[in-house]
Nanobody, 114 residues
Framework: QVQLVESGGGLVQPGGSLRLSCAAS???????MSWYRQAPGKQRELVAH???????TYVDSVKGRFTISRDNAKNTVYLQMSSLKSEDTAVYYC?????????WGQGTQVTVSS
């Protein structure tokens, strides 16, 4: 069992930046890690993914603005978000997936507004 705890969300103005963190209770070495988001009235969508080998992929709407990274020594995954837009407003969730299980965090709210 792996517990994931997200942090770093908050209120930011358009064009601003935030860094989200996802701390795991155990080793993430063998896990593919992802950030998802869910805006009010919308389905949860995959935002960014990093494989156990640190290969990254992004949804088109955040390419060039968001960067996902991982620090296996700290059991932590990050999502650096810049040039934020109002449409980035959502609850952001951390996901860990391996052949033996899948885990979710509780989410952290990101609100982009002036």
């Amino acid at each position: 069992q792996v517990q994931l705890v997200e942090s770093g969300g908050g209120l930011v103005q358009p064009g601003g930046s935030l860094r989200l963190s996802c701390a795991a209770s155990g080793s993430i070495f063998f896990f593919a890690m992802s950030w998802y988001r869910q805006a009010p009235g919308k389905q949860r969508e995959l935002v960014a993914h990093i494989s156990s080998g640190s290969i990254t992929t992004y949804v088109d709407s955040v390419k060039g603005r968001f960067t996902i990274s991982r620090d296996n020594a700290k059991n932590t995954v990050y999502l650096q978000m810049s040039s934020l837009k109002s449409e980035d407003t959502a609850v952001y969730y951390c996901n860990a997936r391996s052949p033996v299980g899948e885990y979710w965090g509780q989410g952290t709210q990101v609100t982009v507004s002036s």
